[in-house]
């Protein structure tokens, strides 16, 4: 489900926080009644409570994936809550970009493409491999959430051995699995930032 759902952050949520940055205040082409559609659009989302969200998606979920329970029609619901969250991260990633570098490229005569390519991609990989990693360690949690509405998973397992049998073993089990993958997911998001990182 959260592989699903990172793969969906990165192709769709990714050009979107570009988009938002681009078309912003003082951006490479600033659109400012397409930034404005496209920030509510993306705050309408981030608005939803996830649960809300995974059961207002059902209609959807059925329509793409046939089903409305199960880990396929959850990550459906953690794909839809994902590409937000990701989109506003990737903005502030890239607006942390010094201006003056963005300038000097401009001077220098270089297109907007190259200046994303070769500028704003670049500066801001280490902060958007964080973001990037920030993003699946929130949606590991959403993942366990969506075990309530029957997605599967570690959430699933909780809930039906753990919470409605009354097995405390398995919660404590269930709770380990979930903080060793955290774990593991932040190790190798702050390596991953590191090594990008060519300042």
């Known amino acids: 489900m959260v592989g699903i759902t990172m793969v969906v952050a990165i192709v769709v949520g990714g050009p979107l926080g570009l988009l938002l940055y681009i078309t912003g205040r003082g951006g490479l082409k ?8 496209l920030g ?39 794909s ?5 969250f990701f989109a506003r991260l990737v903005e502030q990633s890239l607006r ?13 005569g270089a297109s907007h493409r190259q200046i994303v390519r070769l500028v704003l991609l670049p500066e801001a990989m280490p902060a958007l491999v964080s973001s990037l990693t920030v993003t699946a360690i ?15 998973g570690i959430g699933d397992l909780a809930i039906r051995y753990g919470y409605y ?12 699995v979930m903080f060793i993958l955290v774990q ?4 190798l998001g702050t390596w ?8």
Do not use: H
């Open 80 to 84: 839809v809550a994902a590409i937000p």
């Open 165 to 176: 049998r009354f097995e405390t073993e398995v919660m404590i089990w269930c709770v380990i």
């Open 40 to 78: 509510y659009a993306v705050n309408v989302l981030r608005s939803f409570p996830f649960i809300i969200l995974l059961v207002v998606l059902i209609p959807v979920t059925r329509l793409l994936v046939g089903t409305s329970i199960g880990p396929r029609a959850a990550a459906v619901g953690l």
């Open 184 to 187: 593991l997911t932040q190790w």
């Open 138 to 152: 929130s949606f590991i949690a959403y993942s366990a959430v969506a075990g309530a509405i029957g997605a599967g």
């Open 96 to 108: 942390e970009v010094p201006r003056g570098v963005v300038d000097a490229a401009i001077a220098g």
């Open 30 to 37: 600033e659109r400012r009644w397409l930034n404005e559609t």
């Open 192 to 199: 991953a930032a590191r090594a990008v990182d060519k300042r």
